[in-house]
């Protein structure tokens, strides 16, 4: 499993976010955090987790009873790697949208311009 399929479930995800922002949370940690957000089970997020790990995006180590989870950035990097081959495409594209929505307030300004001048235009001609 890729980091992009770890990346495509909300749950793993919100994981990724609470270790990127803890650094090391413990899988009780975890599973309070994610139930918070979601309404999962303890079995469902310790999957997740399993996922996770068996992926190499994160680690885990034993600390006494408790297992301690950590982000690894390598597998994670390959991910950025493809979005930013994407990025370009994207930056183009959305470029090419505020040009067009620019034109449009443009030429909507413009219309209410002209529609200002002709209103009073009329309202002129029935005064006189």
Do not use: C, I, K, N
């Not at 999962?40 to 310790?46: D, I, K, R, Y």
């Not at 034109?103 to 309202?123: F, I, K, N, P």
């Amino acid at each position: 499993m890729t980091a992009l399929d770890v990346l495509g479930d909300p749950v793993r995800r919100r994981l990724l976010e609470h270790l990127a922002l803890a650094g090391e949370l413990s899988a009780g940690g975890l599973v309070t955090l994610v139930q918070e957000d979601f309404a999962v089970s303890q079995p469902a997020v310790s999957q997740h987790l399993r996922v996770l790990r068996e992926s190499g995006v994160v680690s885990a180590r034993a600390e006494g009873r408790r297992r301690v989870y950590r982000l690894e950035a390598a597998p994670l990097a390959e991910a950025e790697r493809w979005l930013a081959e994407l990025r370009g495409f994207w930056s183009q594209r959305l470029d090419a949208l505020e040009t067009e929505v620019v034109r449009g307030r443009l030429s909507r300004r413009a219309d209410d311009r002209t529609d200002e001048a002709d209103t009073a235009d009329h309202t002129t001609r029935r005064m006189a």
